[in-house]
């Protein structure tokens, strides 16, 4: 067995050699290093949303009482788009602008030491009670004078006094009253019942405004669920409106992309519906964490349309690609060109009909080219592969197939 298996390998051994040594010239693909601009791209997809987006919503449960526009209409800021019956609304704002009054003219009453009538009779009690005193400090001194002369008893002189002395008090409560009526904390309440009465009133004013939607910016309504006199919940959408010149896309960048993508990039924006044309636009924010989208761990990207127009439409399914480099008059080959082992790259380049393994460093590269920073030089022709399915290899005769 072991004579006949040493023969055997001899044999092929022989056979190999001579293979070796007739062997055909190998029929290769090529190409010639040159120079050129070199885009290194990533395309996702993504979706189209206004940046000044206006949504109204019911304010109450009611019936749409009238709608002004259709969807794709192009309204000035200000117009009225649609209304709602509002008549419960401004039941409720009259009450609340009463409420108002009324709470207005407490605190001020509170501010003022009361109402304007309470002031006037208190003014009143005032003059009474000086005009007391005045007169008891005239029977005072009367009857002092008449004591020293004997025709008035201390009896007399004493009860004076007393109506004195009580008419000064009476004075100094009613002076205490008009300067001081209400303390500290009867101005707090007051103030305090005014303001929720303020709130209550801007509220109910808010939602008769509500009621009656008018356009916040001059854009394009381009949306509408609901139809005249149908009856809506509170909460319900009943439109929607965007400056459609002013639009962005959501874009959705699978997680490994992430790292190449800067504020800046420009952006490529394509749509289906209208293949033949498309939009530009630029990275203005990029991911601060990556998120599950169906089967995707992806980043979103903001990107700002720079040629927005009425065509490209919210809500649209867009596919963007974004340029992660762009390297002018690089010197490039094939990525068939290049080899890698044990991480360093090496391409074939053919030299009078043979091919020699050459050590190359390489730059930027996409889906078809790939930058030479050395290794090779401008003009150079390198292998690309066989056309016949067999391996190159240093040293291989081969011919180039045009």
């Known amino acids: 067995m072991w004579i006949w298996g040493g023969t055997g390998v001899a044999v092929a051994l022989v056979f190999y050699f001579v293979h070796m040594a007739t062997r055909t010239t190998l029929p290769i693909r090529a190409a010639v290093v040159e120079r050129s601009s070199l885009k290194s791209t990533t395309p996702t997809n993504g979706k189209v949303e206004p940046q000044s987006n206006y949504e109204a919503h019911a304010p109450f449960p009611g019936v749409v009482k009238a709608i002004y526009v259709h969807e794709g209409d192009k309204v000035s800021a200000g117009k009225l788009l649609l ?228 065509q490209l439409l919210p809500n649209t399914n867009v596919t963007v690609t974004v340029t992660t480099s762009d390297t002018a008059n690089a010197l490039n080959v094939p990525r068939d060109a290049l080899h890698t082992e044990q991480g360093k790259s090496y391409v074939y380049l053919v030299v009078n009909g043979r091919l020699h393994r050459t050590p190359v460093v390489v730059g930027a590269l996409n889906l078809t080219q790939v930058e030479i920073r050395s290794g090779l030089h401008e003009g150079e022709t390198v292998a690309l592969g066989t056309t016949n399915g067999q391996p190159v290899s240093q040293g291989a005769a081969v011919e180039i197939v045009r």
């Open 83 to 310: 209304q709602m019956d509002d008549s419960d609304a401004l039941s409720k704002l009259a009450a609340a602008v009463a409420a108002l009054r009324g709470a207005q003219a407490n605190y001020d009453a509170t501010m003022k030491g009361g109402t304007q009538e309470e002031r006037l009779s208190l003014n009143g009690d005032l003059t009474r009670t000086q005009l007391d005193r005045d007169q008891a400090q005239k029977d005072v001194a009367a009857l002092e004078k008449l004591q020293a002369q004997g025709a008035a008893s201390a009896a007399e002189v004493s009860a004076a006094k007393s109506r004195l002395t009580t008419a000064n008090n009476s004075l100094a409560l009613l002076e205490k009253r008009k300067s001081g009526r209400y303390d500290s904390t009867d101005v707090a309440h007051s103030k305090a019942t005014l303001d929720d009465a303020q709130a209550g009133y801007a509220a109910a004013q808010e939602v008769v405004n509500q009621a009656n939607v008018k356009a916040p910016f001059a854009g394009t309504v381009y949306y509408i669920p609901v139809a005249k006199s149908e009856f809506v919940q509170q909460g319900d959408k009943l439109l929607q409106m965007a400056d459609l010149t002013r639009l962005q896309v959501r874009a959705y960048f699978d997680e490994p992309e992430i790292a190449k993508i800067h504020e800046g990039m420009p952006i490529t924006i394509r749509w289906d519906a209208i293949p033949d044309k498309e939009w530009h636009g630029h990275v203005v924010r990029v991911p601060s964490t990556i998120v599950n989208y169906g089967t995707r761990n992806v980043g979103q990207v903001l990107i700002s349309i720079d040629d927005a127009d009425s």
